[in-house]
């Protein structure tokens, strides 16, 4: 009978190990992201308006991972990443208007298995260079076959201008290896002035027409514009007529 090598099984024991790791972290994004859209489907066929415009997630690689554990002098064990680092899941939740960021984060913190770690307010307190976006972190239980792991799992919440100038300054600060021009660099945070008045301008609009259509009554149904999950208009014709019967 052949031995069977110590170091193989090692590391075979470290590649489940790790593998279970990343797992927990990918079926902790399932599980927002499930609430998520449990959120936005109610939103959009019940109240015919959604917060949320657009949703996104990212698992780090192993190899950013043990990157960032160097940057942070983070021993390379699965307990001390999983307790220093805190982003390796992610979802970036894009709304139409900054109250509806801070709306979002509210339902979703406000569930009872969701657990907020931290909260970091970059809309409300920008970085110097303009970036705005509201962090959670937040920790949700993943039921696995043989124990219930927390797994944390950053939330970044901000508005589809707010997201336009991320996504370019991000682009740009890689473009440039992390040391961007001062011209640049002005003009970037110049930009992220103006994508806020254009928030707050999108916002008061928002507000001012919703003022309006409740001013106008606009709280019947409409039965030519209902949504997708709608009951059809016959049967709902038939509903409504025996509710004023009774």
Not at 137 to 162: G, K
Not at 199 to 228: C, N, Y
Request: charged fraction near 25%.
């Amino acid at each position: 009978m052949d031995s069977i090598d110590p170091a193989a099984m090692d590391f075979a024991q470290l590649r489940n190990d790790f593998t279970r790791f990343m797992m927990s972290y990918k079926f902790g994004i399932d599980e927002l992201m499930t609430k998520i859209t449990i959120l936005k489907e109610e939103f959009t066929h019940i109240h015919r308006y959604s917060p949320i415009e657009h949703v996104s997630s990212r698992l780090k690689t192993p190899e950013s991972i043990v990157t960032k554990a160097g940057r942070k002098n983070c021993p390379l064990t699965l307990d001390d990443i999983r307790t220093n680092i805190v982003d390796i899941a992610g979802i970036r939740i894009t709304c139409s208007f900054i109250s509806d960021t801070y709306r979002i984060a509210d339902m979703l913190s406000s569930q009872s298995d969701v657990k907020v770690l931290e909260v970091k307010d970059y809309i409300a307190n920008p970085k110097p260079n303009g970036y705005k976006s509201l962090h959670v972190i937040v920790e949700i239980p993943v039921f696995m076959s043989d124990r219930v792991q927390p797994v944390p799992v950053e939330l970044q919440i901000r508005t589809i201008a707010m997201d336009f100038w991320a996504s370019l300054e991000h682009k740009i600060f890689y473009k440039y290896d992390g040391t961007i021009p001062a011209p640049l660099l002005t003009e970037l945070t110049e930009a992220a002035t103006k994508a806020n008045e254009l928030d707050v301008t999108m916002e008061r609009l928002h507000d001012e027409v919703a003022e309006f259509k409740s001013d106008q009554g606009d709280d019947a149904i409409h039965l030519d514009s209902m949504p997708p999950l709608a009951l059809p208009r016959e049967l709902l014709m038939t509903i409504m007529n025996g509710s004023r019967e009774a």
